[in-house]
């Protein structure tokens, strides 16, 4: 082949390349574009106030209703009790696999903490309903059967994992010579850990606490199967509840009309849930790229 | 033992525990599982067809909407997705353009699943018309892995030495020629886990499916991309929400066959992992 | 030179390519499928139905969706099924969507259904609920305020209520609130709201506190871990709890009423598949209504659906308008009145 048509190969090929790298620009426009648009046209028929600050959800209902806060509520009821589960004992196990543990445990609890990351949604949704529920209602007389906090639990399991890793990458990258400066100066194990590397590895920590709460927001066949589909503004784990992303399924699965306004709520409550998880992805991406190890 | 050291102990003690009894929550969890499911998984139901009597039920339509749904998936994103990471990785640059493209892959990969389900129901149901096909299906799981399939190519990419890329370029070649017979199968088992995790992601999915309207009665095992279609995991919701003792063991297997899967799936992805180790230190 | 793998590769892109490329050519291609699409009270029914159908005809396929009954009428109006589930008659705002679409429709009742009021089966305190108390309770200005059992009744505990019920695409919804509060689509929204009628059993049967209304077909299947309510229709009558007698003679009153599958008469004329499905659903629907926990038409009502469906009569005998009395008791009227020609 000649040098020429080389080239022109090659730009094509490079094209092509290109085009394939752009897609994902495309779809984060596709996202934002298919959201905005009936967002608006939702803004059109409801106002913001209502939407923002409103009280009761109701928006299929006879009497309709259109205040989101049941929903978020709900969400961060949900999210908050994983994030209690999650983050001590990520942290932990994270401090221990990092500091404490020989290599043959290391070898062994990593793959399987990899595994408790890697099963389906769906399945963590049949265990809390099924298994976890019966379970607290043992020693929870008035747990009902839809409940935020069996659904909140499993969910904390699930996110666990990877406060663990993240927690733990962030803890290998401190310098030994800071973990070293502190056993020469006749630190334990734990008061090296807690006092010098994790204070250092703080960013990093911070990161991966705020990536497991992105999460766990956004997750939604455990809520979905098992938190229950009642929107309700309510601080109690043991009713009950609807959370933003168990609201679009409920939805999707029902089949109302496109074009109407409890349609475009589907979308609304999407472009809400999609604006918060992309905002704290945003500062864990930043914590994450800070240096880690320095010290104040 | 003074105070810290107890502390230490103790802590020490503390991490095992919480390790010990996160694993042991998984292995309630499949404990659970295989006591209600093991006695219902049989050929029987691997092959059988839904039915209002959970003892006749069987999951092969959503069986095979799976490994449709995945291999569809795997098309559309494995072509994009790597063509991105090379064209990231080796083309790329360190320029504004690329940086931008980098954070943006990072953000789509952090988006909930069910957002995704809400663009694939906006372009691929409700503007391309394809309804409830697995097309639309498969295309909105694709564009789910997308970023992940991108984001392990790129390190797959990246663990190649840039003696071999500087070695080739030396001896004459095009950057193409260089990238298509030195970096690409020296890359190739890193790409090939990356995008087996990025498929086992996809067969997990439910909320995406049932979002562009995936149906949960299909009693038919799908015959082309345009067919309506079910899938495993919605198959799991659906008799998850079925109070009767026998679908409850239904959803069980169907959760076990699920795993099996995934198992299998990952397995290779490990093996794969192990010949790129012995690859590169040989 | 193209090593095997980079052969694989390109292979693979082609396969793709021409995988796409052959999706657009596929647009007109002959449906070998009845889609059917709608209540997910009647889908049970449809489903067995459709389970010894596909084995006595084995060349046609039946999907079945569960959007609801309003959600199935939208999808039978546009063309888009050709058989809609309807757990209640077909509305004159869809009548009108329909004749609108040149959509026609056969009407065919295929069963009697009732609406079970069900509490936990540790619940002592209810042994019947009035009409008037459901009224009081699930009207709209109940939201937000009839939160506990004393408020329905004085006698009953001061404890939270806890409530489950229909989906509002649910024609076990438009129906329940048309009857008790006498407006349909009249009702409270802060409530367990599913079109899954499972979601229902399993809310109510894991918590004491709770109340809930849905199908009698999902009472019937998990009874055991529910308890019914008796009815009181009128002041001064007698409380009836549900049961299959009472529902097929419309003792059980209001809450009992046929429920539907309306089919599309152009694509039952034109599809020889679809026909065959139809008279196969009226010839054995009563077979298979005890089984999956419905109540079988009796004999004069089954008779005239069957002389109905053969001469392929169109149109609804309930004139678009959900009666408070017992459906049953009108459509067994309405089929005497009006015997196919």
Same mark, same amino acid.
């Given at each position: 082949?000649?040098?020429?048509?080389?080239?022109?190969?090659?730009?094509?090929?490079?094209?092509?390349?290109?085009?394939?790298?752009?897609?994902?620009?495309?779809?984060?426009?596709?996202?934002?574009?298919?959201?905005?648009?009936?967002?608006?046209?939702?803004?059109?028929?409801?106002?913001?106030?209502?939407?923002?600050?409103?009280?009761?959800?109701?928006?299929?209902?006879?009497? $309709? $209703?259109?205040?989101?806060?049941?929903?978020?509520?709900?969400?961060?009821?949900?999210?908050?009790?994983?994030?209690?589960?999650?983050?001590?004992?990520?942290?932990?196990?994270?401090?221990?696999?990092?500091?404490?543990?020989? *290599?043959?445990?290391?070898?062994?609890?990593?793959?399987?903490?990899?595994?408790?990351?890697?099963?389906?949604?769906?399945?963590?949704?049949?265990?809390?309903?099924?298994?976890?529920? *019966?379970?607290? $209602?043992?020693?929870? *007389?008035?747990?009902?059967?839809?409940?935020?906090?069996?659904?909140?639990?499993?969910?904390?399991?699930?996110?666990?994992?990877?406060?663990?890793?993240?927690?733990?990458?962030?803890?290998?990258?401190?310098?030994?010579?800071?973990?070293?400066?502190?056993?020469?100066?006749?630190?334990?194990?734990?008061?090296?850990?807690?006092?010098?590397?994790? *204070?250092?590895?703080?960013?990093?920590?911070?990161?991966?606490?705020?990536?497991?709460?992105?999460?766990?927001?956004?997750?939604?066949?455990?809520?979905?199967?098992?938190?229950?589909? $009642?929107?309700?503004?309510?601080?109690?784990?043991?009713?009950?509840?609807?959370?933003?992303?168990?609201?679009?399924?409920?939805?999707?699965?029902?089949?109302?009309?496109?074009?109407?306004?409890?349609?475009?709520?589907?979308?609304?409550?999407?472009?809400?849930?999609?604006?918060?998880?992309?905002?704290?992805?945003?500062?864990?991406?930043?914590?994450?790229?800070?240096?880690?190890?320095?010290?104040? | 033992?003074?105070?810290?050291?107890?502390?230490? =102990?103790?802590?020490?003690?503390?991490?095992?525990?919480?390790?010990?009894?996160?694993?042991?929550?998984?292995?309630?969890?499949?404990?659970?599982?295989?006591?209600?499911?093991?006695?219902?998984?049989?050929?029987?139901?691997?092959?059988?067809?839904?039915?209002?009597?959970?003892?006749?039920?069987?999951?092969?339509?959503?069986?095979?909407?799976?490994?449709?749904?995945?291999?569809?998936?795997?098309?559309?994103?494995?072509?994009?997705?790597?063509?991105?990471?090379?064209?990231?990785?080796?083309?790329?640059?360190?320029?504004?353009?690329?940086?931008?493209?980098?954070?943006?892959?990072?953000?789509?990969?952090?988006?909930?699943?069910?957002?995704?389900?809400?663009?694939?129901?906006?372009?691929?149901?409700?503007?391309?018309?394809?309804?409830?096909?697995?097309?639309?299906?498969?295309?909105?799981?694709?564009?789910?892995?997308?970023?992940?399939?991108?984001?392990?190519?790129?390190?797959?990419? =990246?663990?190649?030495?840039?003696?071999?890329?500087?070695?080739?370029?030396?001896?004459?070649?095009?950057?193409?020629?260089?990238?298509?017979?030195?970096?690409?199968?020296?890359?190739?088992?890193?790409?090939?886990?990356?995008?087996?995790?990025?498929?086992?992601?996809?067969?997990?999915?439910?909320?995406?499916?049932?979002?562009?309207?995936?149906?949960?009665?299909?009693?038919?095992?799908?015959?082309?991309? =345009?067919?309506?279609?079910?899938?495993?995991?919605?198959?799991?919701?659906?008799?998850?929400?079925?109070?009767?003792?026998?679908?409850?063991?239904?959803?069980?297997?169907?959760?076990?066959?699920?795993?099996?899967?995934?198992?299998?799936?990952?397995?290779?992805?490990?093996?794969?992992?192990?010949?790129?180790? =012995?690859?590169?230190?040989? | 030179?193209?090593?095997?793998?980079?052969?694989?590769?390109?292979?693979?892109?082609?396969?793709?390519?021409?995988?796409?490329?052959?999706?657009?050519?596929?647009?007109?291609?002959?449906?070998?499928?009845?889609? +059917?699409?709608?209540?997910?009270?009647?889908?049970?029914?449809?489903?067995?139905?459709?389970?010894?159908?596909?084995?006595?005809?084995?060349?046609?396929?039946?999907?079945?969706?569960?959007?609801?009954?309003?959600?199935?009428?939208?999808?039978?109006?546009?063309?888009?099924?050709?058989?809609?589930?309807?757990?209640?008659?077909?509305?004159?705002?869809?009548?009108?969507?329909?004749?609108?679409?040149?959509?026609?429709?056969?009407?065919?009742?295929?069963?009697?259904?009732?609406?079970?009021?069900?509490?936990?089966?540790?619940?002592?305190?209810?042994?019947?609920?009035?009409?008037?108390?459901?009224?009081?309770?699930?009207?709209?200005?109940?939201?937000?305020?009839?939160?506990?059992?004393?408020?329905?009744?004085?006698?009953?505990?001061?404890?939270?209520?806890?409530?489950?019920?229909?989906?509002?695409?649910?024609?076990?919804?438009?129906?329940?609130?048309?009857?008790?509060?006498?407006?349909?689509?009249?009702?409270?929204?802060?409530?367990?709201?599913?079109?899954?009628?499972?979601?229902?059993?399993?809310? +109510?049967?894991?918590?004491?506190?709770?109340?809930?209304?849905?199908?009698?077909?999902?009472?019937?299947?998990?009874?055991?871990?529910?308890?019914?309510?008796?009815?009181?229709?009128?002041?001064?009558?007698?409380?009836?709890?549900?049961?299959?007698?009472?529902?097929?003679?419309?003792?059980?009153?209001?809450?009992?009423?046929?429920?539907?599958?309306?089919?599309?008469?152009?694509?039952?004329?034109?599809?020889?598949?679809?026909?065959?499905?139809?008279?196969?659903?009226?010839?054995?629907?009563?077979?298979?209504?005890?089984?999956?926990?419905?109540?079988?038409?009796?004999?004069?009502?089954?008779?005239?659906?069957?002389?109905?469906?053969?001469?392929?009569?169109?149109?609804?005998?309930?004139?678009?308008?959900?009666?408070?009395?017992?459906?049953?008791?009108?459509?067994?009227?309405?089929?005497?009145?009006?015997?196919?020609?």
């Amino acid at each position: 082949m000649s040098r020429l048509a080389q080239r022109a190969r090659e730009r094509v090929i490079e094209g092509g390349l290109a085009v394939c790298a752009g897609l994902s620009l495309v779809t984060t426009a596709g996202i934002v574009a298919v959201l905005t648009w009936e967002t608006v046209a939702f803004f059109r028929d409801v106002s913001p106030l209502a939407f923002f600050t409103g009280r009761t959800w109701t928006p299929l209902f006879f009497n $309709q $209703q259109f205040g989101v806060l049941p929903l978020v509520a709900g969400t961060l009821l949900v999210a908050a009790i994983a994030l209690a589960t999650a983050v001590p004992a990520g942290v932990i196990s994270a401090l221990y696999l990092s500091e404490y543990a020989p *290599p043959r445990v290391r070898r062994v609890a990593k793959p399987a903490l990899e595994v408790l990351a890697g099963i389906p949604t769906v399945v963590y949704g049949y265990f809390a309903l099924l298994f976890v529920t *019966p379970w607290l $209602q043992q020693w929870i *007389p008035g747990l009902t059967g839809y409940n935020a906090l069996a659904a909140g639990l499993v969910l904390g399991v699930m996110v666990l994992p990877l406060v663990s890793s993240l927690s733990e990458d962030a803890l290998s990258a401190v310098p030994p010579g800071l973990r070293e400066a502190a056993f020469a100066l006749g630190a334990t194990r734990l008061q090296a850990a807690v006092g010098v590397v994790l *204070p250092a590895a703080w960013s990093g920590v911070s990161a991966a606490v705020i990536l497991a709460m992105s999460r766990a927001i956004g997750e939604t066949m455990i809520v979905a199967i098992a938190a229950g589909q $009642q929107p309700r503004l309510t601080a109690s784990p043991l009713v009950p509840i609807e959370t933003m992303t168990a609201y679009i399924v409920q939805v999707s699965l029902g089949d109302v009309p496109a074009g109407t306004t409890a349609y475009r709520t589907i979308f609304a409550v999407g472009t809400l849930l999609f604006a918060g998880t992309f905002v704290l992805n945003l500062c864990s991406d930043w914590l994450r790229r800070r240096v880690p190890g320095a010290v104040r | 033992m003074t105070s810290a050291r107890f502390a230490d =102990r103790a802590f020490h003690l503390l991490g095992l525990t919480v390790l010990v009894l996160a694993l042991g929550m998984l292995g309630a969890l499949l404990v659970d599982v295989a006591r209600d499911g093991l006695g219902r998984v049989s050929w029987s139901f691997l092959t059988g067809y839904p039915s209002r009597r959970a003892s006749a039920s069987g999951l092969l339509p959503a069986l095979a909407g799976s490994l449709w749904l995945v291999g569809l998936t795997a098309l559309m994103a494995v072509p994009v997705g790597v063509g991105a990471a090379i064209g990231l990785e080796e083309y790329g640059g360190r320029g504004r353009l690329a940086r931008l493209a980098e954070v943006n892959i990072a953000n789509l990969a952090g988006v909930p699943s069910v957002v995704y389900g809400l663009l694939g129901l906006g372009v691929f149901v409700q503007v391309l018309r394809w309804d409830r096909s697995l097309l639309a299906g498969a295309g909105t799981l694709a564009l789910l892995i997308l970023p992940i399939v991108i984001i392990t190519s790129r390190e797959a990419l =990246r663990g190649v030495p840039a003696s071999v890329r500087e070695a080739s370029l030396a001896l004459g070649a095009t950057k193409w020629q260089t990238v298509w017979h030195q970096v690409l199968p020296m890359a190739l088992p890193g790409l090939l886990t990356g995008l087996i995790l990025a498929v086992s992601r996809a067969l997990g999915e439910t909320a995406p499916l049932i979002v562009i309207g995936a149906l949960s009665y299909v009693p038919f095992v799908p015959d082309g991309p =345009r067919s309506p279609f079910t899938a495993l995991p919605i198959q799991i919701y659906t008799w998850v929400s079925r109070p009767r003792e026998g679908f409850r063991a239904n959803a069980a297997a169907t959760i076990l066959v699920l795993l099996a899967v995934l198992l299998v799936i990952n397995g290779l992805a490990i093996v794969a992992r192990d010949r790129a180790a =012995r690859r590169r230190s040989a | 030179m193209c090593a095997p793998l980079q052969r694989s590769a390109c292979a693979l892109a082609l396969l793709a390519a021409s995988g796409l490329a052959g999706c657009g050519s596929d647009a007109a291609a002959v449906r070998t499928v009845v889609a +059917v699409d709608g209540s997910s009270t009647v889908a049970p029914l449809t489903e067995a139905v459709a389970e010894d159908f596909q084995r006595a005809y084995p060349g046609t396929r039946v999907t079945i969706g569960v959007a609801g009954t309003g959600g199935g009428f939208r999808r039978f109006c546009r063309g888009d099924v050709d058989v809609a589930n309807a757990s209640r008659p077909i509305t004159r705002t869809e009548t009108a969507a329909c004749a609108a679409a040149g959509i026609r429709f056969l009407e065919v009742p295929v069963a009697y259904d009732g609406i079970v009021i069900a509490v936990h089966p540790s619940n002592t305190w209810v042994d019947a609920l009035s009409v008037d108390d459901l009224r009081r309770l699930w009207r709209h200005e109940a939201e937000g305020q009839v939160l506990r059992w004393s408020q329905v009744r004085g006698s009953f505990p001061d404890r939270e209520m806890h409530l489950f019920g229909a989906g509002v695409d649910s024609g076990t919804f438009d129906y329940f609130t048309g009857v008790v509060t006498g407006v349909p689509r009249d009702s409270r929204g802060d409530y367990t709201s599913s079109e899954n009628d499972n979601t229902l059993v399993q809310g +109510v049967a894991t918590d004491p506190l709770a109340l809930g209304y849905f199908g009698f077909a999902y009472f019937e299947e998990h009874r055991e871990y529910l308890k019914a309510v008796p009815i009181v229709a009128a002041p001064g009558t007698t409380a009836v709890p549900p049961s299959r007698d009472a529902i097929r003679a419309g003792a059980y009153h209001p809450l009992s009423r046929p429920i539907f599958v309306y089919v599309n008469a152009d694509a039952l004329a034109a599809r020889a598949d679809l026909a065959a499905f139809v008279d196969y659903y009226a010839e054995h629907a009563a077979d298979v209504a005890d089984d999956v926990g419905y109540v079988a038409l009796d004999a004069a009502a089954l008779r005239a659906v069957r002389v109905r469906v053969a001469a392929r009569t169109t149109g609804s005998l309930f004139g678009g308008r959900q009666d408070s009395a017992s459906l049953a008791r009108t459509l067994t009227a309405r089929l005497a009145l009006d015997p196919a020609p």
